[in-house]
């Protein structure tokens, strides 16, 4: 049928008989035979003829649909197929965002390298928008996104959800105040993420929200960066739980506070890619590992 569904699409793209026959190299009558193989499998006619032009019936529109994703995981299945026995290795390239770059991957990297020691890890970053893009146009095989998407073409799969927490040096007169409460983040002074990821978009809002005004002090894109400037700012801020560590805390002499109001607003992490059957199998094995890491 594979052979048969190829020579459709050759039909389909060609918007003629004649042409195809001859980029195919077939005669017509060899032509007509497989086509109507084809449409004796599928049980109806893939084509309609209106003058001299050939239409696609809805079932041909689907079943073109259908052979150019089963173009796209052939090609993937060679390709993975031409790496490993070239090298023997494979490749599995994740996009992800700034924050989940520095939160989420380096787990998943750490637990996909032990199980997989053959598959060469690589990551893409990027703004939200930017990921959902290239796993759309195959530049990426996964995307892993601080949010939930609703896109038809593209399969969403929810991993966890998160929220923030203040983080602030354990020696700081904050803390003496015992349980604390979202106006007390109004005048403290502050280091924030840089401006543009889910996470600043969030701590943004919650900020509008309550009619907080904290001092920022600094705006930096490295979370480690964060970290370490906060004894010397004498500055709190505000991290996603994920990435937050016992041990991190400890090596820092920092505290993580809760709030109610922080805990609140949740974002979903999620991971994002094309339909299974245009992945090789290899990526829906990851696929699979990651999601049942969550779940």
Excluded at 134 to 162: K, M, N, Q, W
Excluded at 167 to 195: A, C, E, Q, W, Y
């Amino acid at each position: 049928m594979y052979e048969e569904l190829h020579v459709f699409t050759v039909i389909v793209e060609q918007s003629s008989m004649n042409k195809a026959s001859a980029l195919l190299n077939l005669s017509q009558p060899a032509l007509s035979r497989k086509l109507a193989k084809l449409e004796d499998e599928i049980g109806t006619q893939l084509f309609r003829r209106v003058g001299k032009r050939l239409e696609l019936t809805r079932i041909g529109q689907l079943t073109y649909e259908y052979a150019l994703e089963l173009r796209q995981l052939h090609r993937s299945y060679m390709q993975t197929v031409s790496e490993f026995t070239a090298t023997g290795r494979t490749t599995l390239t994740i996009g992800a965002s700034l924050t989940t770059l520095q939160t989420t991957l380096p787990d998943l990297i750490q637990q996909l390298t032990s199980t997989h020691p053959e598959c060469d890890i690589k990551a893409v970053t990027g703004k939200t928008h930017e990921i959902i893009s290239y796993v759309r146009e195959h530049r990426v095989d996964i995307g892993i996104i601080a949010s939930s998407i609703d896109d038809p073409t593209l399969r969403c799969v929810p991993l966890f959800d998160d929220h923030l927490l203040l983080v602030l040096p354990r020696n700081h007169l904050v803390t003496d105040k015992g349980s604390l409460h979202i106006d007390d983040l109004n005048g403290l002074p502050m280091i924030m993420f840089s401006k543009g990821t889910w996470y600043r978009i969030l701590t943004d809002e919650l900020f509008e929200k309550h009619r907080i005004s904290p001092d920022v002090r600094m705006e930096i894109d490295s979370f480690e960066a964060i970290l370490r400037l906060l004894h010397t700012c004498r500055a709190g801020t505000l991290l996603p739980k994920s990435y937050m560590r016992d041990q991190l805390l400890e090596d820092n002499e920092l505290i993580a506070v809760p709030i109610r109001e922080l805990e609140e607003a949740k974002r979903t992490t999620s991971l994002i890619h094309i339909p299974p059957a245009s992945l090789s199998p290899a990526v829906r094995q990851c696929i699979n590992e990651i999601t049942a890491r969550f779940h």
